[in-house]
């Protein structure tokens, strides 16, 4: 199992700023990892609103279960995350897991435990020991701060090779408010979405059904947007936290999404969690390349959507840019089992600048150079143009390789 | 790129009988490959009927467009099978190249052009060169015998590790009739099919449309219960003769699917037909596991089936099983992903005769001992039970090796 730093990885880290109402520690609880975080504290200040958007599994973990209906009170005051165990499919074990950690956040924090959002990634299956909060809580309770950043991000990791931190600053009422985010994930990568936690957070004062409706909109162009592997986790989960504190500066509540003032904070929300996301991909279990599907002509967005993910899912395509190898026929293929409307003989395919088929065959004067050159790079993009219509879609993912299999042979043992 | 035999081969071949009306041979036209057999041709005598089931791709290759329209005519007199090039999204040129392929063909058996059928597999979006034909099928015509069927297996292979070859004897009106299958396939198979060809001859007097109601319940469990990698080819063919020979020994013609007679070739044809699915998942390219996946308790057999196939076509479930890795937890991921109706608190799944999770979790007297017996065999069944209803199915695949990577990151090199 490689253990190295994805080549894709960011050359540099964003320093996040410290954002008001938001403090937090890591500790060492021992879950599975030894000599490492493991569990992330964050205390949210009174009047901290709350959105999430979880798994679409139909075997969701505990935590996830937990926190769709800590969301129903729309208020959050703590949440803790844990890397190593899952807690998923533990059954009744699972459920009171779930209660005891709120139980022992809530008391550290001081805060209702209705206002505590859990999140666990790992292992599926195993029974999480929630004793093994007890003692780290208390004392990461009593050492919250408003930094670093990345040390937060370092203890929500799983099989990550980096830590994923973004952050993004916009103005509201002519005061600046921050959004911070991190997030984990490297395998497991699927809409919608991924055994991925992202958790991002804000000053800005926004109510929390507005929160909802900016999360909705930003993860359909991130999030929902990209694969590793296909497979769907039973844990994923986004959260987005807005504290409110920069209405003490000036910037007025926002209640309804029909706010103009909403126009630049929804911009940077939607660019900070594509960047998150693509950092995930980024960081796709074995990946040695970007790649970015972009569907356009189809009868629809959906159906250039559906295409697009066929295209990056398809095992045969991900191996081929793998080993570099301009295989256009594999894109069909792809886009033949889509079943989405397709004609065969309007199909049009580029590698990167090099357009290898017009009009279903390949193109008269075709370079295999040129393609195989587009296919050495570390950013590959693969655009599919279908001639019927205005429909189109970016996707994003990883190619497939040895890695994966060697790093997914044997995670559990 | 591995060129070994696969482990989960056959130990020997059955030996096939000769088919009265069916004589072949096999040419090296060099398309691709050098030093090997890379056409088939076969005779079919006069009044043999024809049925066929085709990939569902909207992407299909020139060859499949042609088969469809011969099969409206129901009668056919030849069958010409070249590998190396699929003649996929070939554009205009394909469909001239079918033609002439075609023609070359019906002019060496001396049959007319319509009632040739055509099969081709191998690299997608090169032009196929028809002019290579031109040579070796008139010689092969003058050379058609009625066997060795091993040959006609050979010569269709394209990553095959083996030939696949399956042979069934039934009475009909005490008369014995022959049923011969051919195969090729190893990936690019999923459901609805695969880079599957596979061609089935028999003596039975059976008409068109009885032979193609046989073959769409024959296909259900056996060519569209497999997977190796979830990627549908554009040239998926499955072709079933039917030369009547027998007919002049006391067989009489079997006309309508209501024909009691039928029961005993229809269990004998849809045997063959997973007896040959099951070689294609054996030679699934770099499969080391032969897996059959089950699942029970589903509100339906259809909703069974994409529980199963969902399971069967996860990266994660088949790495972990390439790993030998008792990973039920993946299970649970997959079936939470098919978006079908699961209830997480009744799930039951079992590693061969091992139970690891009952009613949602593990189980309290878990033998990871046991459960890892189970993996390290070369077959493997996992078996999910819903709790839910009466629907059921079997799915049958492979696992995930990091060969498969290596023999699709340059097989066009």
């Known amino acids: 199992m490689s253990t190295a730093v994805s080549p894709l990885a960011p050359k540099s880290y964003p320093d996040l700023p410290a954002i008001e109402g938001v ?3 890591t500790a060492e609880a ?9 569990v ?3 205390g949210l200040a009174e009047g901290t609103t709350v959105a999430g958007v979880f798994t679409r599994s139909k075997c969701p973990s505990a935590a996830v279960d937990w926190c769709r209906e800590a969301l129903a009170g729309g208020a959050a005051r703590g949440l803790l995350v844990n890397s190593g165990n899952a807690n998923a499919f533990t059954g009744k074990k699972g459920r009171e897991t779930v209660r005891l950690s709120a139980d022992h956040a809530a008391k550290a924090l001081g805060v209702p435990a209705e206002t505590i959002f859990l999140a666990s990634t790992g292992v599926i299956g195993e029974p999480l ?4 909060f007890a003692g780290v809580l208390d004392d990461a309770a009593a050492r919250l701060a408003d930094g670093p950043w990345l040390d937060a991000a370092k203890a929500i990791m799983t099989t990550d090779t980096f830590p994923k931190v973004a952050t993004r600053t916009v103005e509201l009422d002519g005061v600046a408010v921050t959004l911070n985010g991190i997030a984990k994930g490297a395998g497991m990568i699927a809409p919608d979405m991924a055994t991925m936690l992202s958790f991002v957070f804000t000053d800005a004062p926004i109510a929390a059904p507005v929160l909802q409706a900016l999360l909705g909109k930003g993860v359909a162009g991130s999030f929902n947007a990209i694969t590793v592997d296909s497979d769907t986790s039973t844990s994923d989960t986004l959260l987005l936290f807005a504290t409110g504190a920069a209405a003490a500066r000036g910037a007025a509540p926002i209640e309804t999404i029909e706010d103009a003032r909403l126009a630049a904070f929804d911009a940077a929300l939607a660019d900070l969690l594509r960047d998150l996301a693509h950092q995930v991909v980024r960081d796709g279990e074995g990946a040695r390349k970007f790649v970015a599907v972009t ?10 959507k559906r295409i697009a993910l066929s295209i990056a899912n398809s095992p045969l395509v991900k191996t081929a840019i793998a080993g570099e190898d301009a295989n256009w026929g594999r894109i ?18 580029w590698f990167g600048d090099t357009q290898v088929a017009a009009e279903g065959e390949r193109v008269p004067d075709y370079s295999e150079a040129a393609a195989s050159a587009a296919m050495r790079e570390e950013e590959i993009a ?3 143009d279908l001639g019927l219509g205005d429909g189109s879609a970016t996707v994003w993912t990883c190619d497939l390789t040895k890695d994966y299999v060697a790093i997914n042979g044997d995670y559990r043992s």
């Not at 021992?30 to 493991?38: C, E, L, M, V």
């Not at 069909?332 to 395919?349: C, H, N, Q, T, W």
């Open 295 to 304: 569907v356009t002509g189809a009868t629809s967005d959906g159906s250039a």
């Open 382 to 384: 693969v655009r599919v």
């Open 23 to 25: 403090s937090f520690a």
């Open 30 to 38: 021992g879950i599975k990892y030894k000599n490492r975080t493991d």
């Open 332 to 349: 069909v293929m792809a886009v033949g089992k889509a079943g989405e409307p397709a004609d065969r003989d309007r199909l049009a395919i």
């Open 129 to 132: 020991p929630a004793e093994k």
């Open 40 to 42: 992330l504290l964050v």
